[in-house]
């Protein structure tokens, strides 16, 4: 099949992984599942968010050429910049004070492991001039000294002296990068660069946000002259975007765009982040009836109003490299009256999001890109489509991943704390990937330790590659899910993949009414009774949140009505929907609504919308 048609016949929906410069593998995927599927519901975290929030607006500019500029994407981002470096490379511009410090932190990247330690040295030196000459300084004293001396001491002074100073200058710029990353990123909101352009940026290069602002608008056909493109404008075109963030103030993952009406933001402070015509929209669009607010803060709009730029930037926080993002709530105790809350990268918490969009029984398939460093022993190969996987449909699921790491030295200890660390981010993501119904949908790509990730100066070749690399992965996905014939002969991956959801969905629900019977009819000493509560027969009143008395009748009805289901799915055979049940067996459990979507959105299984039915 060729070209994007205007009506696909087959829905799907799409969540990317997080991976900073990885985000270049997944523009050509998206365009490979647009030729056969209508994006209804697209979503990621990090970089995977900045894919989404692109294939969402290339749906909605599906007619206006969308997905034939997305294509292009990653050809533009590789070419090389009018000041040098790549177009991918100058979007990150550091903010002032933190030039020094990213001139080192990227000084080594796209180098051999040789050359890197002199390019970081010279980059030290340059950046921090002061700081090294103050630390050199008693070498320099000595060497001096040193050069007076005459025969054996002579020698021993002046290697002294080398000595003090390399030892010297190192310290010396040790204390100046600290110092300097002690005052500068605080002040830089926690980052080296804030997605806007540095301080006497010539204009020759955009920055992040800019650019990603009028990507998203050109995407949607609008070009920046026209509104910014709101979650409002999408879910009304029938496509719904959810993205991750993590409030790092609360200590939780939140999906975005979220109904809590809690929120603020500083017109100020949105102005260094944000193009101004996009902080303008969310001022003069706020939600009815807003709370007042002191200072400059402004209530944040609506979903239906909110932005999309400013939810994928909020999710695209890697922490230390882009800046975090400042919202308030109200609180009479905090000074000045309200309490900010940092929202840092969504990765952090929540990298790949397969828990969007489920539904217990999907009517359309939601696909997964993930990311991965090639496993031991498996080589990378010049046909792309071998540097991807998809697991067998044979029960085999994804095959497991080793984190390892030295066994002694001090490399032992990094690996170790690294471990702990991509444990604590990553093992709800994992553990969910893993399950029956998942893992079968969910297509992983290769990378090498030079590809994607924090390497900012990857080459044409790279980019080119890993966007292939991302085609071919979608292509075994389409295969797969569509078949020969789309949308006109049942296609076995699909047929499949709707079968186990069927037989996860019943086996958990087997476990969890068992667990309702059981807690029902139990009755703990100097207890209210659940059946006194609710239930045929209740006449005690609830503690708290008792029910309206136009549904009181209805609720004692169902309570009974559940109640006697769960009594006749224990009689025999009580394993009918647990045996021979997919491995790992699944476990329903409640989840607070704001980790998945807000309230009432579009996309949840239980709510109306073009989000409706997801498998994810």
């Not at 994007?4 to 985000?23: F, Q, W």
């Not at 994804?398 to 660390?421: E, I, N, Q, Y």
């Not at 076995?492 to 993949?497: I, S």
Request: glycine content about 12%; proline content about 9%.
């Amino acid at each position: 099949m060729t070209g994007y048609p205007a009506e696909p016949r087959l829905d799907c929906d799409v969540i990317m992984k997080g991976g900073i410069t990885s985000g270049v593998i997944y523009p050509r995927a998206v365009c490979e599942l647009a030729r056969t599927y209508r994006l209804r519901s697209v979503g990621g975290a990090s970089a995977g968010a900045i894919a989404a929030a692109a294939a969402a607006a290339a749906e909605y500019g599906r007619t206006a050429d969308g997905f034939e500029k997305l294509a292009n994407l990653p050809d533009e981002i590789s070419e090389p910049a009018a000041i040098g470096g790549s177009v991918l490379f100058r979007l990150f511009q550091p903010a002032g004070r933190t030039r020094g410090l990213f001139r080192v932190a990227t000084a080594g990247l796209g180098k051999r492991k040789a050359i890197q330690v002199i390019a970081i040295a010279l980059a030290v030196v340059r950046s921090f001039p002061i700081a090294v000459a103050l630390g050199a300084l008693p070498g320099i004293v000595l060497l001096i000294l040193a050069l007076f001396g005459t025969g054996i001491a002579r020698v021993t002074a002046i290697v002294a002296a080398v000595l003090l100073l390399l030892v010297g200058a190192t310290l010396g710029a040790a204390v100046g990068i600290a110092q300097r990353v002690g005052r500068a990123v605080p002040a830089n909101n926690f980052g080296l660069c804030s997605g806007m352009p540095g301080p006497g940026s010539s204009g020759q290069a955009e920055a992040l946000t800019p650019w990603l602002h009028k990507t998203v608008q050109d995407l949607a056909g609008r070009g920046t002259a026209g509104t910014p493109l709101t979650f409002g404008d999408l879910e009304t075109h029938g496509c719904a975007l959810r993205v991750m963030t993590t409030n790092l103030t609360r200590g939780q993952p939140l999906a975005m765009p979220w109904s809590d009406r809690q929120y603020f933001f500083d017109e100020k402070e949105f102005r260094d982040l944000f193009p101004a015509d996009v902080v303008e929209w969310m001022v003069d669009h706020p939600p009815a009836n807003a709370a007042e607010a002191p200072d400059s803060l402004r209530p944040l709009p609506a979903p239906e109003h909110l932005p999309v730029l400013v939810a994928t930037r909020m999710s695209l926080s890697f922490p230390f490299l882009l800046s975090a993002i400042p919202l308030h709530t109200l609180d009479a105790a905090a000074p000045g009256g309200h309490r900010v809350h940092w929202f840092s990268d969504g990765g952090i918490c929540s990298n790949l999001p397969v828990h969007f969009f489920d539904s217990p029984l999907p009517s359309r398939p939601t696909f997964a890109i993930d990311l991965a460093p090639f496993p031991p022993g498996r080589e990378k190969s010049d046909v792309e489509r071998e540097n991807t996987f998809l697991p067998a449909l044979d029960d085999s699921g994804r095959p497991p991943r080793w984190t390892t790491w030295p066994s002694t030295g001090l490399g032992s200890l990094v690996g170790f704390a690294g471990a702990m660390l991509s444990t604590a981010r990553s093992w709800v993501d994992e553990s969910q990937a893993a399950m029956p119904g998942y893992d079968d949908r969910i297509v992983t790509v290769y990378v090498e330790d030079d590809e994607g990730g924090l390497n900012l100066e990857m080459d044409q070749s790279q980019i080119t590659g890993l966007a292939e690399r991302g085609k071919a992965a979608a292509e075994q996905l389409v295969e797969r899910f569509a078949g020969e014939l789309p949308g006109t002969t049942p296609a076995l991956g699909w047929e499949r993949q709707r079968w186990l959801r069927f037989r996860t969905a019943t086996a958990g629900l087997s476990g969890w009414l068992t667990g309702f019977r059981t807690g029902y009819t139990a009755t703990p000493p100097a207890t209210t009774p659940y059946g006194d509560l609710a239930g045929p027969g209740a006449t005690e009143t609830p503690p708290s949140h008792d029910f309206e008395p136009a549904r009181r009748i209805a609720v004692d009805q169902r309570t009974g009505e559940l109640l006697t289901l769960a009594t006749d799915w224990a009689e025999p055979p009580a394993d009918a929907f647990t045996e021979g049940a997919p491995e790992p067996a699944p476990v329903l459990q409640l989840v607070p609504k704001a980790w998945i979507e807000r309230p009432g959105s579009p996309g949840g299984s239980g709510s109306p919308g073009p989000g409706l039915g997801g498998s994810a």
